[in-house]
Nanobody, 122 residues
Framework: QVQLVESGGGLVQAGGSLRLSCAAS????????MGWFRQAPGKEREFVAT????????MYVDSVKGRFTISRDNAKNTVYLQMNSLKPADTAVYYC???????????????WGQGTQVTVSS
Protein backbone atom coordinates (compact mmCIF):
# COMPACT_ATOMS: atom_id res chain seq x y z
CA GLN A 1 0.00 0.00 0.00
CA VAL A 2 1.28 3.47 -0.94
CA GLN A 3 -0.27 6.77 0.14
CA LEU A 4 0.67 9.94 -1.69
CA VAL A 5 0.25 13.56 -0.63
CA GLU A 6 1.08 16.44 -2.99
CA SER A 7 2.00 19.96 -1.97
CA GLY A 8 3.53 23.09 -3.45
CA GLY A 9 0.84 24.22 -5.81
CA GLY A 10 -0.32 27.79 -6.02
CA LEU A 11 -0.76 30.87 -8.16
CA VAL A 12 2.19 32.13 -10.18
CA GLN A 13 2.68 34.55 -13.05
CA ALA A 14 3.68 33.36 -16.48
CA GLY A 15 7.43 32.83 -16.61
CA GLY A 16 7.59 31.96 -12.93
CA SER A 17 8.50 28.74 -11.17
CA LEU A 18 6.99 26.31 -8.70
CA ARG A 19 8.23 23.10 -7.14
CA LEU A 20 5.71 20.42 -6.37
CA SER A 21 6.40 17.76 -3.80
CA CYS A 22 4.79 14.38 -3.31
CA ALA A 23 5.38 12.63 -0.01
CA ALA A 24 4.83 8.89 -0.04
CA SER A 25 4.20 6.48 2.76
CA UNK A 26 4.70 2.77 2.51
CA UNK A 27 7.64 0.45 2.41
CA UNK A 28 7.68 -0.01 -1.35
CA UNK A 29 8.28 3.60 -2.44
CA UNK A 30 11.95 2.99 -3.15
CA UNK A 31 11.17 0.18 -5.59
CA UNK A 32 8.47 1.89 -7.60
CA UNK A 33 8.39 4.39 -10.43
CA MET A 34 6.77 7.74 -9.73
CA GLY A 35 4.91 9.95 -12.14
CA TRP A 36 3.22 13.31 -12.41
CA PHE A 37 -0.01 13.88 -14.30
CA ARG A 38 -2.19 16.94 -14.69
CA GLN A 39 -5.80 17.67 -15.46
CA ALA A 40 -7.10 20.99 -16.74
CA PRO A 41 -10.79 21.90 -16.51
CA GLY A 42 -12.78 20.03 -19.12
CA LYS A 43 -9.81 17.97 -20.26
CA GLU A 44 -8.54 14.46 -19.75
CA ARG A 45 -5.85 13.79 -17.20
CA GLU A 46 -2.56 13.78 -19.08
CA PHE A 47 0.90 12.43 -18.46
CA VAL A 48 3.56 14.99 -17.53
CA ALA A 49 6.68 13.19 -16.31
CA THR A 50 7.88 9.96 -14.79
CA UNK A 51 11.00 8.56 -13.17
CA UNK A 52 12.05 4.99 -12.43
CA UNK A 53 12.84 3.80 -8.93
CA UNK A 54 16.59 4.30 -9.36
CA UNK A 55 16.18 7.90 -10.42
CA UNK A 56 18.18 7.36 -13.61
CA UNK A 57 15.41 7.01 -16.20
CA UNK A 58 12.95 9.80 -16.94
CA MET A 59 10.30 10.59 -19.52
CA TYR A 60 8.44 13.83 -20.20
CA VAL A 61 5.57 14.97 -22.32
CA ASP A 62 6.92 17.11 -25.16
CA SER A 63 5.17 20.26 -23.96
CA VAL A 64 7.21 20.42 -20.73
CA LYS A 65 10.61 19.22 -21.94
CA GLY A 66 13.31 21.69 -21.02
CA ARG A 67 11.04 23.43 -18.51
CA PHE A 68 10.04 20.75 -15.98
CA THR A 69 12.33 18.40 -14.07
CA ILE A 70 11.27 15.36 -12.09
CA SER A 71 13.46 14.14 -9.27
CA ARG A 72 13.21 11.94 -6.20
CA ASP A 73 14.79 11.53 -2.82
CA ASN A 74 14.32 7.93 -1.77
CA ALA A 75 15.68 8.66 1.71
CA LYS A 76 12.77 11.07 2.20
CA ASN A 77 10.19 9.05 0.26
CA THR A 78 9.52 12.15 -1.81
CA VAL A 79 9.28 12.93 -5.50
CA TYR A 80 9.48 16.46 -6.87
CA LEU A 81 8.44 18.31 -9.99
CA GLN A 82 10.40 21.50 -10.60
CA MET A 83 8.44 23.66 -13.01
CA ASN A 84 10.16 26.63 -14.65
CA SER A 85 9.07 29.08 -17.35
CA LEU A 86 5.46 28.36 -16.51
CA LYS A 87 2.77 29.17 -19.04
CA PRO A 88 -0.98 29.71 -18.65
CA ALA A 89 -1.42 26.41 -20.52
CA ASP A 90 0.24 24.65 -17.55
CA THR A 91 -2.73 25.55 -15.34
CA ALA A 92 -4.19 22.32 -13.99
CA VAL A 93 -4.54 20.10 -10.99
CA TYR A 94 -1.31 18.14 -10.69
CA TYR A 95 -1.33 14.59 -9.39
CA CYS A 96 1.51 12.33 -8.41
CA UNK A 97 1.14 8.61 -8.90
CA UNK A 98 3.02 5.41 -8.27
CA UNK A 99 3.58 2.48 -10.61
CA UNK A 100 5.52 -0.78 -10.44
CA UNK A 101 7.53 0.44 -13.46
CA UNK A 102 8.20 3.56 -15.47
CA UNK A 103 5.27 4.29 -17.77
CA UNK A 104 3.32 7.04 -19.54
CA UNK A 105 -0.13 5.48 -19.36
CA UNK A 106 -2.52 6.35 -16.55
CA UNK A 107 -3.67 2.75 -16.41
CA UNK A 108 -0.20 1.62 -15.33
CA UNK A 109 -0.40 3.65 -12.11
CA UNK A 110 -2.17 2.07 -9.18
CA UNK A 111 -1.77 4.68 -6.44
CA TRP A 112 -2.69 8.37 -6.74
CA GLY A 113 -2.50 11.48 -4.63
CA GLN A 114 -5.36 13.92 -4.17
CA GLY A 115 -3.86 16.58 -6.40
CA THR A 116 -2.60 20.13 -5.99
CA GLN A 117 -3.80 23.13 -7.99
CA VAL A 118 -1.36 25.09 -10.14
CA THR A 119 -2.63 28.31 -11.68
CA VAL A 120 -0.49 30.36 -14.04
CA SER A 121 -1.70 33.85 -14.78
CA SER A 122 -0.85 35.71 -17.96
Amino acid sequence: QVQLVESGGGLVQAGGSLRLSCAASGRTFNTRAMGWFRQAPGKEREFVATMDWTGTLTMYVDSVKGRFTISRDNAKNTVYLQMNSLKPADTAVYYCASSPYIARLRSQYDYWGQGTQVTVSS
